[in-house]
């Protein structure tokens, strides 16, 4: 998040338009030309880079600014600040044509990793692989008393990462060996710190003593980067960013790539055998040079495991035990994959690790490596991690949801580890109900990660809870929003706080009554049943327009397209069934959000026909309800458009036997009685004005029952009749504007030409599966296929060859 004056900065430097940016840049070259490096080049670089910086797209600069800044940043008498400043508006500017920055003659370490930094945002791999050999030029020929390596390690790091192949082997093996010692042999001593000592003494060095541990004790183990001090010497630092870039090292320079096992085809009474011999070589430099750097990475995540256990006396010491605790996992995890040898020295710590953490809600977002660990290795070292991923899948959702750094990597772990499950998949499918509450609460950023996980998540014994719980995952947000402020005092609320203005919605909470219905929404797993939430809905109404509510609200239209998505490629018939059935029911049962209802509706409009053409026969297996919908009560037109189209589509006896002209008489009665309903009566608040394709489609349906009972063909040509003196008439009551009326006009007409040829009607109206498979048009909601209006036409043609 940003303040309020850094977002007032950003907006006005993407307001600078190329005349004003030209006028900067040549102050920006008349600054560097005289080589005036003092506040006003500073300043004026600092807004350059604000200006290139602040937008998606890339700035042009003058040719004559670049080459200055290039000179600039290549200059050995220039200030740090300004080289900083030039090499970072360079890499905003990267990749271009206008750079010709070289690092062949650059000496000062810090000055080429500045270079380097320019170079590889440009991406050419050759490039890459010159700079990289440049590079490890300098790291070879460095004596102790040398320039420092601190700013070379990253640039190597990087390198290796886009160009895999940029060292030689040797280089390689050379860089593992010295990784090793940098990690394991740094000082235990801290840095020197040199003091003037005075007006009346000489310069001196003062001695402070050996690093500490982050409790302040004197560290008698090996440094790593948990220990403190107030001075670093230089392999402290080269010790820090080693274990910085070990994971990427490891990764890239594994030869087989990427961390693949090099070990797979081995039998575990071997690797248990290396795991004896690696341990009695440990003190010995006879190891080859990845091996050596392996076992030092190990004893390091090792130390760093049991720094973790030591209470940090400052906070910044604490939040870096967490990250160096996740690192030190995540290593373990590659040394494990790279060499099963490690497998045996790692799972007992693990298991404590685990232990220790499980217990402390500060170090939850620790537990997730080490789920992961488990996810890669339990099965290897029969190890049965199943309580591992209860506690993760039950316990840190419902307790941790307001976090949103934690719901992100929970949800990037779900969705990296789906290939890693297996068999405990069923364990992630019944936690649905728990990983939605990071969706309820975070729905924005994490919208496009949950549509990339539904298909894993849906399977068919929890589809229909699913869907009730997408449909609910606004009131869900409300209430986890109204779970959080109980936990509050009244005295602790902000004034704004929607709770305070309803405080009904706390005593709600709280009421045994409710306590139910709020379990339920609230619960960790799937429980295989279904509770209707409708008083819920009274009782969070006042919360629907909280902002994150609204949010939440926005993205279910969403996540319903991917859920139907997934469902239909497993559905069988009784689930297709069950689900058209949950859509009438919810239809007109949701939570009460601005704007929800509309957009739940589009989305179900549409996928109720889906539904029905996967399992056809539904629509006469529930002809009951289907009536009961079309007569009941109703919102809005989408869902009943597409219910009424569904009836006349798939109601016939081409799709099931078992279709009577008995439901089809039912059904033309109650679809006429809507008919005359909707355009019968005067609109009002309660009733609003018909949409035109509630009425086009109702004629449509009704022509279509009619052409399957032909006893029906006169009353519904009555019918059509009317409506088409209905459009035409000045006072058409709650029929639509002009434009509208012309539609029903038109539609009115093209089925009254096509029932004056029962046996085209019902061609056309009821095809045979030959010919509407494949169709070469589709009826849509809203219009008549193709070739209705062809044979119309023809039928007004040749009417008076027509009989009667």
Not at 470 to 478: H, I, K, N, Q, V
Not at 592 to 615: D, I
Request: aromatic share 6%; glycine share 6%; with cysteine.
């Amino acid at each position: 998040m940003f303040t309020t004056g850094a977002e007032s900065l950003l907006l006005q430097a993407r307001e600078i338009r190329d005349e004003e940016l030209g006028k900067l840049c040549t102050r920006v070259c008349a600054l560097l030309r005289k080589e005036d490096w003092g506040p006003d080049a500073l300043d004026a670089l600092r807004r350059l880079f604000l200006i290139v910086s602040a937008t998606k797209y890339s700035r042009r600069l003058e040719k004559p600014c670049v080459a200055l800044l290039q000179t600039t940043l290549c200059s050995p008498t220039c200030p740090e600040q300004l080289q900083l400043l030039c090499a970072a508006v360079l890499r905003e500017m990267s990749p271009s044509d206008s750079l010709s920055l070289s690092c062949d003659h650059i000496q000062n370490t810090r000055q080429l990793g500045l270079v380097a930094s320019v170079l590889l945002a440009q991406g050419d791999q050759q490039q890459v692989r010159s700079l990289g050999q440049r590079v490890l030029k300098v790291l070879e020929s460095r004596q102790p008393e040398g320039p420092s390596l601190r700013h070379l390690l990253p640039v190597v790091s990087k390198v290796t990462s886009l160009a895999p192949d940029a060292l030689h082997e040797e280089q390689t093996r050379a860089l593992s060996k010295r990784l090793g010692d940098w990690l394991r042999y740094a000082s235990v001593q801290q840095g020197v710190a040199h003091s003037s000592g005075g007006f009346f003494s000489t310069p001196r060095a003062r001695q402070l003593g050996p690093v500490t541990e982050v409790d302040g004790a004197v560290a008698t183990d090996f440094f790593t980067v948990l220990s403190t001090g107030q001075r670093f010497t230089e392999d402290q630092w080269l010790n820090v960013q080693a274990f910085s870039m070990l994971r990427a090292w490891l990764l890239d320079s594994e030869p087989g790539g990427s961390g693949a096992p090099d070990a797979d085809d081995k039998s575990e009474l071997e690797g248990s055998t290396r795991s004896v011999l690696s341990a009695t070589s440990t003190a010995s430099h006879l190891l080859p040079p990845q091996e050596w750097l392996r076992e030092k990475a190990f004893e390091y995540c090792q130390r760093l495991l049991e720094q973790s256990n030591r209470r940090a006396l400052r906070k910044a010491d604490s939040d870096l035990q967490k990250a160096c605790l996740v690192e030190a996992v995540l290593v373990l995890d590659v040394l494990c994959r790279q060499d099963p040898s490690f497998l045996y020295r790692t799972l007992s710590c693990l298991k404590a690790l685990h232990t220790r953490l499980r217990g402390d809600p500060a170090w939850v977002r620790a537990l997730l490596p080490v789920a992961q660990f488990f996810l890669h290795h339990g099965e290897a070292a029969a190890v049965d991690a199943e309580a591992v991923y209860q506690h993760l899948f039950t316990r840190i959702p419902a307790e941790h949801f307001h976090s949103p750094m934690l719901a992100f990597e929970f949800v990037q772990f779900c969705r990296d580890s789906l290939p890693l499950f297996g068999r405990n998949l069923g364990v992630l499918r019944t936690s649905f109900p728990n990983l939605f509450k990071f969706l309820a609460w975070n729905s924005p950023p994490l919208t496009s990660d949950f549509v990339a996980l539904l298909p894993s998540l849906v399977d068919a014994g929890t589809a229909v809870e699913m869907l009730h719980l997408l449909l609910d995952l606004p009131c869900l947000t409300a209430a986890l929003d109204l779970q959080l402020r109980s936990l509050q005092a009244a005295s602790e609320r902000p004034p704004w706080d929607v709770s305070i203005r309803a405080p009904g919605c706390l005593e709600a909470f709280r009421d045994s009554q409710a306590q139910g219905l709020f379990q339920h929404l609230l619960r960790a797993q799937a429980s295989g049943t279904v509770e209707r939430l409708t008083p819920l809905y009274r009782l969070l109404q006042p919360l629907a327009g909280c902002a994150r509510v609204v949010q939440c609200a926005e993205a279910v239209p969403t996540l319903l397209w991917a859920f139907f998505s997934a469902v239909t490629q497993i559905a069988d018939g009784a689930l297709a069934s069950e689900l058209a059935l949950l859509l009438l029911e919810r239809s007109d049962s949701l939570y009460q959000a601005p704007g929800y209802e509309a957009g739940v509706h589009r989305v179900l409009s549409s996928q109720f026909p889906a539904l029905c053409k996967l399992h056809p026969p539904l629509v006469v297996e529930h002809a009951k309800e289907l009536l009961e919908f079309v007569g009941g009560p109703r919102g809005g037109g989408h869902v009943l458009t597409s219910v009424v189209w569904a009836i006349g589509e798939y109601l016939s006896v081409s799709w099931d036997r078992r279709c009577t002209v008995e439901q089809i008489n039912n059904f033309f009665e109650a679809l006429e009685a809507l008919l005359f309903e909707v355009t019968q009566s005067r609109p009002s608040t309660t009733l609003p004005k018909c949409p035109p394709q509630v009425i086009t489609v109702l004629m449509t349906t009704l022509t279509k029952l009619a052409s399957r009972s032909q006893d029906l063909i006169p009353r519904v040509s009555l019918l059509l009749s009317k409506m088409r003196s209905l459009a035409q008439s000045p006072a058409r009551g709650s029929m639509p504007g002009e434009e509208d009326a012309g539609a029903v006009r038109t539609r009115a007409t093209e089925l009254l030409n096509l029932l004056k040829m029962p046996s085209v009607a019902q061609f056309v109206f009821t095809p045979s599966v030959e010919v509407s498979e494949p169709r070469y048009h589709r009826d849509t909601n809203t219009a008549l296929p193709l070739v209705l209006r062809t044979v119309s036409r023809l039928v007004e043609r040749e009417a008076g060859l027509l009989p009667g």
